[in-house]
């Protein structure tokens, strides 16, 4: 009997493999594909080249690791093409550079070791990278040499191409190879070493303390006639000094050789990792829910207003009690003697989304005031829910709802007089005007929305965490101060103050900088299978089309591709998800596969697309939902050696406005047990019930 990836993954005796052992299992025989998981900060770079790692949120995300191999490896060598110095990366000066390339064995018995070759001109001879960009920290320089006409090699390392700073080392490749005392230095400081690597070569290396952090460092290997680096002199044309394996380590020694070739898209680990080399292009890491700004700051005037039509109904006082997290940051809100309704509202523009229900919520505690209410109300702006909804709530005793209209609402006790009041509604219509509304009513519990009377400056009620979430469950309290940038370290809590569940991360894909966010991979070869799964874990956040993941920059010229898009129909449009994919057949209407389930955005949603060109079936499942299969004729043939694309098409056009929660592709069609274990795991990270 054959055991499926998942039974070999819980056949141990007493084993329950997680979710993340069982789609690790999907890969186990090699499957061709990807699994890319925005929760594993350990698998993103800022940065294409892998040099800066991801640990917090609210970061561009250029690199993105395939998990589907695990033992991913972090790059430690900060220089690329260190086994190709005849590339344009590296800057040759009176050096030979015809025929320099891949001239003799190197330490791993490759053909791949280069020659410096002196010019026949007096001069100093090297060959140099600048323009690195370095932290304040400990740095070491290391590279394979050996003699091979000259016996010595320099190792340079400088703050700029001009030398202000720097150290140096000489080393000596003959015999069983040396330091020499030759070595310069400016202001730097360090350690010279030198190791026999066999076959006449030498692992050369220099470690520098504390280098300046800027964007010019250098890099250089010197091949010398002599010990003396301040000598200059003329070569003979051919004599040179071999080298191999350039490395330059943020640490203070070098590590094990690293390979790298371009320096781009994770190539020195296994796997189909997905990147992106324009910094405007790329998606941000995020973990944000709470629609709202300064969630526990209600007297900031960013993020709250207190008036209507130019009179003040209410006053704002920051940090006067205990919250229901312990902190001392609830304010005291009051009434103002004026005649009117009595309300702070937030002040920052939220889009709601027409036939979308939201959640707004509050913490509210009766205020000390001589005439404090034990009734407050709390209601969004008028904005796309209009001015009929509302909920009134009593923060006595162990709370109620007094009366309500045009929504759901709930009260919850949390402690310490301490209540939170919850209002779920949905809008009548879009609108950029939504937010919270909190009103004093006159202690009335059967009041209707804003009622207009003369406040006492006495009336007060303590209030914390405000916050708008998409859907008709509260989530937990997320605080929020100032709207998040990436210029800034990130201005919300991605751990709850309120149970300390954590808020999942997801890729945010703006649409914007003129052609939307897009991550991509190099070709990922499909050609051995006619069957595909591609499963995807999502918010879409507007009705407008958009491309979600493809293979190929566009499926309808390329053969042996698949699509994964927006909509109800060809246009991308509607309110669903649809899926098409084929041979070398043409791309036709009846290729399409469409969720069965409405998903009006902004919404979340478990999306599976099952593939097989040659039974010519397509088919896709939003929430385990399976929609109607497409049987058009896809003509014959496999998936193709092409680039995956995710978050808008690879031609510039459809980009998608919405976040990505994880994305696994299979070059194989899955059983309904993988099928069931795949949209599970999305689940979770979604935060979907299926």
């Not at 016996?151 to 020499?180: M, P």
């Not at 006595?396 to 919850?412: E, M, N």
């Not at 499909?526 to 918010?539: Q, R």
């Not at 053969?559 to 309110?575: E, I, P």
């Amino acid at each position: 009997m054959r055991l499926s990836s998942i039974s070999l993954a819980l056949n141990r005796p007493g084993a329950v493999a997680t979710l993340e052992q069982q789609v690790a299992a999907l890969f186990a025989s090699g499957e061709q594909g990807a699994w890319y998981d925005p929760s594993d900060y350990s698998t993103m770079f800022e940065d294409a080249t892998g040099l800066t790692p991801i640990s917090t949120v609210e970061k561009a995300v250029g690199l993105i690791f395939d998990k589907r191999k695990g033992g991913l490896t972090a790059r430690r060598n900060m220089l690329a093409y260190t086994e190709q110095l005849d590339n344009a990366y590296w800057t040759p000066t009176d050096l030979v550079t015809a025929g320099m390339a891949n001239v003799a064995t190197a330490p791993d018995a490759t053909a791949t070791a280069d020659k410096l070759v002196p010019s026949t001109s007096p001069a100093f001879h090297y060959i140099r990278k600048t323009g690195l960009t370095v932290a304040n920290a400990t740095h070491t320089v290391s590279v394979y040499a050996k003699a091979n006409g000259y016996n010595f090699i320099g190792l340079q390392l400088s703050n700029t191409a001009t030398f202000t700073k720097y150290f140096e080392g000489v080393f000596n490749l003959s015999g069983g190879g040396s330091i020499e005392n030759t070595g310069r230095s400016t202001t730097y400081t360090g350690t010279r070493f030198i190791q026999d690597a066999g076959n006449g070569w030498f692992r050369c290396s220099i470690t520098v303390n504390n280098i300046d952090a800027n964007s010019t460092t250098l890099v250089g290997f010197v091949p010398q006639s002599t010990n003396d680096p301040t000598v200059t002199f003329a070569g003979d044309g051919t004599s040179s000094v071999l080298v191999w394996g350039a490395q330059l380590d943020r640490a203070s020694s070098a590590s094990t050789y690293q390979k790298i070739e371009s320096g781009t898209g994770g190539e020195w680990t296994a796997g189909n990792h997905a990147y992106q080399t324009g910094s405007a292009a790329r998606p941000h890491l995020r973990s944000r829910y709470n629609l709202l700004t300064y969630s526990e700051q209600l007297n900031n005037t960013s993020g709250w207003l207190y008036d209507t039509a130019g009179q003040t109904q209410v006053s704002a006082t920051a940090n006067q009690t205990t919250a229901p997290d312990g902190t001392s940051t609830a304010d005291l809100v009051a009434e103002v003697a004026v005649s009117n309704n009595h309300v702070i509202y937030t002040a920052q523009s939220i889009f709601s989304a027409a036939a979308t229900t939201y959640t707004a919520s509050v913490y509210l505690k009766k205020g000390p005031g001589a005439t404090a209410p034990d009734v407050m109300q709390v209601s969004f702006r008028a904005g796309g829910f209009g001015a009929g909804q509302y909920a009134n709530f009593n923060l006595t005793g162990s709370g109620s709802v007094t009366a309500s209209s045009g929504g759901t609402a709930s009260i919850q006790s949390v402690g310490n007089g301490w209540f939170r009041c919850i209002w779920t509604a949905t809008a009548g219509s879009a609108s950029a005007d939504t937010g919270i509304a909190i009103f004093f009513i006159d202690n009335n519990g059967s009041a209707t929305r804003g009622p207009t009377y003369t406040g006492n400056t006495t009336s007060n009620v303590y209030a914390w965490g405000a916050q708008i979430v998409l859907g008709s469950a509260p989530l937990s309290y997320q605080r929020i101060a100032a709207a998040p940038t990436l210029s800034t370290p990130p201005t919300y809590a991605t751990t709850s103050t309120m149970g300390g569940e954590v808020f999942r991360p997801y890729l945010w894909f703006d649409g914007a900088d003129g052609t939307g966010d897009i991550m991509r991979t190099a070709n990922i070869d499909f050609s051995g299978s006619d069957e595909m799964t591609v499963a995807m874990g999502t918010y879409r956040g507007n009705a407008t089309a958009g491309v979600l993941a493809e293979l190929s920059d566009n499926w309808n010229n390329n053969t042996g591709s698949w699509l994964l898009f927006t909509g109800t129909n060809t246009s991308g449009t509607g309110d669903g998800f649809g899926a098409s994919a084929r041979g070398n057949a043409t791309a036709i209407p009846s290729h399409f596969s469409y969720t069965a389930s409405t998903f009006a955005p902004p919404c979340y949603a478990v999306l599976t697309a099952l593939h097989d060109i040659s039974a010519d079936t397509s088919v896709i499942r939003g929430n385990a939902v399976a929609g109607a299969t497409a049987t058009g004729d896809k003509g014959t043939g496999n998936f193709a050696n092409l680039p995956v694309f995710f978050g808008r098409r690879g031609d510039n056009s459809l980009q998608y406005v919405g976040s990505i929660y994880g994305l696994i592709i299979r070059g194989k069609t899955s059983t309904a047990a993988e099928i069931a274990t795949i949209e599970s795991y999305l689940a979770q990270k979604t935060g979907v019930t299926l």
